[in-house]
């Protein structure tokens, strides 16, 4: 028995509707651009900046780092923000501000905190822990 024009049209169109199926399935999400966001960019050392990434902080992010005890001046170490630490986002580069080279993903910035009574409080970045730490000689 042959099949009527009918019954050739639904076989076309169920081919049809599993080629683009296939076609969907199997290729890929990274083939679709999605719209870059593009993050504001700031002046280093100016408030509200990472020091080490230059990206400009949005209500509510902060700067992680470590601050030490002490009496009047006291030691920080700076890690970044949420844009660079703990993992950098895409197109972000972590740079000492002092020396101009990269700092690595573990790596941190020095810095002296300042509390002075009756004023805010002042960050002095020093350096990275490659220009600021000294280097270990190989004589040992």
């Known amino acids: 028995m042959i099949p009527g024009p009918f019954y050739i049209l639904i076989l076309v169109f169920v081919g049809a509707a599993l080629l683009v199926f296939a076609y969907g399935l199997f290729t890929t999400p990274d083939g679709r651009k999605r719209p870059v966001k593009r993050r504001e960019q700031g002046r280093k050392g100016d408030q509200g900046v990472c020091p080490v990434c230059g990206t400009v902080l949005k209500n509510?992010?902060?700067?992680k780092s470590a601050v030490f005890p002490g009496n009047g001046e006291r030691l920080v170490h700076i890690f970044g923000c949420p844009h660079c630490h703990p993992f950098a986002e895409r197109d972000i580069e972590r740079k000492c501000?002092?020396?101009?080279?990269?700092?690595?993903?573990e790596?941190?910035?020095?810095?002296r905190l300042f509390e002075r009574p009756h004023k805010k409080r002042h960050v002095h970045i020093l350096g990275c822990m490659g220009c600021r730490l000294p280097k270990k000689s190989k004589e040992s």
Do not use: D
Not at 60 to 63: A, H, K, L, S, V
Not at 107 to 111: E, G, P, T
């Open 107 to 111: 790596s941190y910035l020095i810095a």
């Open 60 to 63: 509510g992010e902060q700067i």
């Open 97 to 105: 501000p002092v020396c101009k080279k990269r700092v690595a993903q």
